[in-house]
């Protein structure tokens, strides 16, 4: 699945028809929800109940009735996936928390499927043509990028998003960009880290951009002058929407970045091994928590894994015990705290930077163990559209929004 995505240009009547549209799509994902609570410990709900219960919903509340159909049945999905990702959880034992599905209270889009969004001839307006009334909305993006050369057919789903600095749509095209891989010989290893974005077990590294470290200051500034504005003040709204907007602005940035590393690394490799850590996991430390945010690596993973499947070269995971530990050279067992940043090894006197003996060490581990496994999963990961973010060929759109 490929993403397209365009800002939108509309009136601010359209706008205030897409937020209503985006509070219906929460009301059905909770009512499927509060639906499938009441009735556990009884026969239990299916996905197909849902689907029905959306139909019980439109009749019982006209206003729900103005979403599209198939807009409706998205958003039961919804539910079902929080209610099918808890399930799963449960099965696997899954230690931690399993995530039992809550209420949405801020959702912030609407997903149409195959009906009910005509789209211009020469793709350059959309109009929504449900009981919601949004209408007919300008397409506002990179030129270069053409949705309307796309057959009708393998536009898969149309997703309306509202963001910090306006409304966007995102299309879910079906089709493969197939990328003839130029064999180059090379397998890697990589360890991310906190020093270094990722060093590689050649010993080279490429640097951590810290976006967030550096707009922290303006973000921080803005976070204050907000606390100072009066509650429910014009002013607070407008000093609430500066910080979002900067916010966004980082996000971006880091979502830039880890795309276009991903893409440099998989095309000049045939092989890539990265260690399966936890990222949760470590997020928990608390002295780490920003930095590891910062550097985005769940992103820059799920990048490499998605470039690994159109370059059609393998991804590998694998298990991360002792990857820091042992000697790349020997196998001896190193112990060493996170402070220490070198690798001195006393049985074979080998001495190296920390992450590049890791990552010799990742990349033998995927070459020998069987643990490691291909990885497969398409980029249906990085499409699924749930965080705000960079697509596939976004760029900068005007300023229109303020
Ligand atoms: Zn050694």
Redesign the pocket.
Known sequence: MLIFEYKLDGSKAQYAAIDEAIRIVQFIRNKCLRLWMDERGGQGISKNDLQCYCAVLAKDYPFAACLNSQARQASADRAWFAISRFYDKCKNHKPGKKGYPRFQHENRSVEYKTTGWPLSPDGKHITLTDGCRIGRLRLVGNPKQKIAAFPLEQIKRVRIVHRADGYYVQFGVKAERAIVHQPTGKQVGIDVGLKAYYTDSEGNTVENPRHYRKAEQKLKRLQRQLSRKHKQSQNRKKARKHLARAHLHVQRQREDFARKTASTLVSSHDLIAYEDVQIRNMVRNHHLAKSIHDAAWGTFISWVKAYGVTHDIPIIAVAPQFTSQE??????L?KKSLSVRTHI??????VLDRDHNAALNILAKALACTLGHRETSSSEDNASGQTASTRLSQRKTSKRSG
């Open positions: 000697c790349s050279a020997c196998g001896a190193v090894c006393p049985s074979c006197g080998v």
